[in-house]
DNA sequence: AGCATCTTGTGCGGCAGCGCACAGAGCGGG
DNA sequence: CCCGCTCTGTGCGCTGCCGCACAAGATGCT
């Protein structure tokens, strides 16, 4: 159970930003539970709040021909609701809880008025913004060229470390879904990740058993965009 | 031959800025002759310019695998560099020319100041980051689902907005490498598309013949991302 | 215990695109 | 005019994934 301080830090893009500014932004936020499945925004509609997971975690989708693909992740070392930040109050993308945890919320006339009054809020959101914007590219590539198991198997890491641990809850069909690839296909893959003693999975509950062997199994863009994050907001 | 006036409202987001503030900017602007192959921006490395293209277009590429892929094109309805705006130095793209034409450019540090001085600039600039955050989602979907030949065709569409008119350069092994697939694959598309009238392609010598069935030959993607950037800087 | 439901595993035909290789076609320079 | 270069067209076997369909295991509720 983390105190009341670790909360406060545990997101990073507040613990970046300089105590005083980040009580006064904490000042205005609720803590909040959110729930796998929960519509944090939508294409084309108004963002009324700005999330900062502390222990949950958030895909970004984009809809694509009647389905959606992810095409990013956001957790503790990030926020949903940046491109406020930018002066556009209607999200381009959707983002649907994947780990359950708690959040920072905070209203979007308020968040604006932060960003206002903190310079170093603003940085570092627009520092973040960037990344995202790195990762979306490099995501692109990925989907196109990545065969499923090595795509699957970054997945599992990128979720691992904005997860609480190395346990988490994901069926290969909804896997499938932000893949953008076919139940089979995560099967299969998963299987095979199985066999080689990397993971363990089953009926959704996964377990990451090798994180070093799962790094190995997994294209670059998991390092890639971890050193993107570390260049931008080490 | 485009009057001095026209030059200086010929690019979109230029365009949209109150005319005092533009030509306080672009007084500090060269304007430049890009032609194709130019790299503007490299990924990781500093930003020392920022572009607008005035009858010129720019892909965005991101290194992927030891070879390149489009993620974004950039003419005289945006802006190269936007990420200067966010406060980071370094791309996270690489910026090559395709369509040969003028540009105004303004040193990184110059345009910083503009843009302190000018709420208008930066709004117009943010909004535009925000319709190429959405397009590179897109994008995403776009290279994994979609056949080759919708893919072509959207291309053409987009680079016959961004250039001059109907006609322009651009080889086959060339829209190979920015779309992510075999030169033999561009080969194909291209001569179903000739096939139908659609356009007429010889050595690297593209006409669209049949815009409106060109649009209909192409995905979704096209039509979505002029609604997006409407939506957004109409 | 029994049943419905959700999740996972397997099999099969098909297809878009890949890698490779080579042949022709247009164009410019010596 | 011929040579070399660039660009385009064609053929062939392969593969990773798709769509579809169905079986089997796990779970929870009555």
């Keep these: 159970m983390p105190s009341a301080v670790d909360a406060?830090?545990?997101?990073?893009?507040?613990?970046?930003?300089?105590?005083?500014?980040?009580?006064?932004l904490l000042a205005r936020c609720d803590k909040v539970?959110?729930?796998?499945a929960d519509e944090l925004c939508k294409p084309g509609e108004r963002m009324g709040y700005v999330y900062f997971p502390i222990d949950s975690f958030v895909a970004m989708v984009a809809p694509i021909d009647e389905v959606v693909m992810q095409v990013g992740m956001v957790g503790r070392e990030g926020v949903v609701g940046a491109s406020l930040m930018l002066g556009v109050d209607n999200s381009s993308l959707r983002g649907i809880v994947q780990g359950g945890g708690s959040a920072w919320r905070i209203s979007a006339a308020d968040f604006r008025e932060e960003a206002e009054r903190s310079p170093s809020l603003r940085q570092k959101v627009n520092r973040y913004l960037c990344v995202q914007i790195g990762q979306l590219a490099q995501n692109a590539g990925c989907a196109r060229f990545h065969l499923v198991e090595a795509r699957l198997a970054s997945w599992l890491?990128?979720?691992?470390?904005?997860?609480?641990?190395n346990e988490f809850f994901i069926t290969h069909e909804f896997l499938a879904n932000m893949?953008?690839?076919r139940r089979v296909g995560v099967t299969n893959a998963a299987g095979a990740l199985q066999a080689r003693k990397l993971i363990r999975y089953s009926r959704g509950n996964v377990t990451i058993l090798n994180g070093r062997g799962l790094e190995s199994a997994a294209c670059e863009c998991?390092?890639?965009?971890?050193e993107m994050y570390a260049s931008v907001l080490g």
Excluded: E, W
């Design 8 to 24: 406060q830090t545990a997101n990073r893009i507040l613990a970046l930003v300089p105590r005083k500014d980040r009580q006064h």
């Design 33 to 36: 539970a959110l729930t796998p």
């Design 157 to 165: 890491l990128m979720a691992r470390d904005r997860a609480h641990g």
């Design 179 to 181: 893949l953008g690839v």
């Design 222 to 226: 998991y390092r890639t965009g971890k």
